[in-house]
């Protein structure tokens, strides 16, 4: 491919620069005597200059020129490494839904960032990878990394709320503040002023900020591994929500005796059946906690009439669930014999 040498002087300069970054596909060759003078005949296959040429033309005589700096060269490409329990917790954790056959086909041509851990790293190589150019069998992969990202997220941000709590908890400790009064009178609760802060940055109402304080307080504590579960990218977010949900109302030795035995299979299972499992193993141990509270219950049972207005009157009965159970299909059947109508008396002729 040729280009014939009819441009100014500048353009010459360009021409010979994008034909030597071109390693010599381009040859710079005077116009044939057919041609007329000062025309450029361009090249029937265009080639794209690299991005920097113009750059580079800009500033080629001056010694003092400024340096250009892309967004790839302000990236921090020394990243901390994975501390040694990060690094356990990943290998305990890894690929918990994946069985030996399955591992063993993508370990022979899976991409690398289909085996790392969730982290800057992963995220890094997501970042530039193209799902357009992915075979189905790879979306399902890069879908499942995206996941386990999602997370690792997840687990930074209960962690950075709880330990945010606790400072301030701590904070107020030392320092504790004059009562303050709100504009209705009451009391300003601080706990609630620390999810106001938090609730301000994420655009979140107080209430629903409690509520995920509560959660990750929960998950730093006595469900711990839960979390590193969630860290790791083995559960999602949901599923570490529900074990937190069912564990909350347990002593921390019976949550963490639930949260060991669903941990087991919570990777593999659906939120139904996670939802089920945990049903299950917190009735085991509230149990006898149940069964106090049922004796309790049948001490306080009542029956007593309540009066209403204009001539009427209701029954109150408290009692056990088979009991008020009986009471309702007799009270039931009385009402469908009194809407029966009354036979008309026979007569007879004599």
Partial sequence: MTIHSACAPDEQMLAGSFARRAGG??????????????????????????????????????????????????????????????????????????????????????????????????????????????????????????????????????????????????????????????????????????????????????????????TALHLTGPVAATLTALRTGAISWSKALAISEATRGLSDEDAKSVETHVLRRAASQTNANLRRSLRTQVAKHQASAEADGHRNAVRERTCKIVPLPNGMAGLWIVHTADQIQQMWVAIQASSDLAKRPTPAPTTTSP
């Fill in 25 to 214: 596909r381009f040859t710079l060759v005077p116009p044939p005597d057919s041609r007329p003078a000062g025309t450029f005949f361009p090249p029937s296959e265009p080639y794209q200059p690299p991005d920097d040429v113009y750059d580079n033309l800009l500033y080629a005589d001056d010694p003092e020129a400024p340096t250009v700096f892309s967004e790839e060269d302000v990236y921090d490409d020394d990243l901390p490494p994975m501390s040694a329990v990060d690094q356990l917790e990943w290998e305990l954790w890894a690929s918990a839904d994946q069985d030996e056959a399955e591992l063993f086909m993508l370990r022979q041509s899976a991409p690398a960032w289909v085996f790392l851990p969730p982290g800057g790293d992963l995220a890094a190589a997501l970042e530039e990878t193209r799902p357009q150019c992915l075979s189905p069998m790879a979306l399902i992969e890069y879908i499942k990394a995206t996941s386990r990202l999602a997370s690792w997220a997840e687990a930074m941000k209960a962690g950075a709320m709880a330990t945010f709590f606790r400072q301030r908890k701590a904070q107020e400790a030392e320092t504790p503040r004059p009562e303050v009064i709100d504009s209705s009178g009451r009391p300003v609760d601080p706990e609630r002023s620390w999810a106001a802060e938090i609730g301000a940055a994420l655009h979140l109402s107080t209430n629903t900020v409690a509520q995920h304080i509560e």
